[in-house]
């Protein structure tokens, strides 16, 4: 192998681990209940699709976003099955999430995805977009048997 294939190779194993850390930090911040780090994570022009709401754009947005997202939300996310595609300065991925949470007094379990954009700014990648299409959360009592949308 060449001295700059190896360098190719190098550079894009180095790319996907930063971007899986990016990833991970998300849930962690989350996971802590700090919006502010969570909205930090993405480009200063970025936006969130929840599914809940219209899409967030901006991060002094996604931050008064995510305040009233996590307030007492206990969410506990899992992210995992990450695939990623790198194009340059930019990439493209999915990650997969295992969500509890409790709501209400109740237990309630989810699952979906997260389909990103990531950009990389200052030798650092950030989130451009972030879309979660859940398939499920519900109840861990109900079950997930009768709630799945395709």
């Given at each position: ?22 990833t991970y930090l998300y ?52 992210v995992h099955n990450h ?68």
């Amino acid at each position: 192998m060449a001295a700059n294939e190896l360098q190719a190779l190098v550079r894009g194993l180095a790319d996907k681990e930063a971007i899986r850390d990016l990833t991970y930090l998300y849930v962690h911040h989350v996971w802590q209940d700090n919006p502010a780090a969570v909205a930090e994570l993405f480009a200063e022009d970025g936006q969130m699709d929840t599914s809940l709401e219209d899409p967030i754009q901006g991060r002094d947005a996604l931050r008064a976003a995510f305040e009233r997202l996590l307030d007492g939300a206990d969410l506990q996310p899992f992210v995992h099955n990450h695939i990623i595609d790198i194009d340059g300065d930019t990439a493209s991925g999915v990650c997969y999430i295992d969500l509890r949470s409790v709501q209400d007094g109740k237990s309630m379990m989810g699952s979906g995805y997260y389909t990103d954009r990531y950009v990389r700014i200052e030798g650092q990648w950030k989130f451009q977009s972030r879309a979660l299409t859940l398939r499920h959360f519900v109840p861990l009592e109900d079950g997930w048997a009768n709630h799945n949308d395709k």
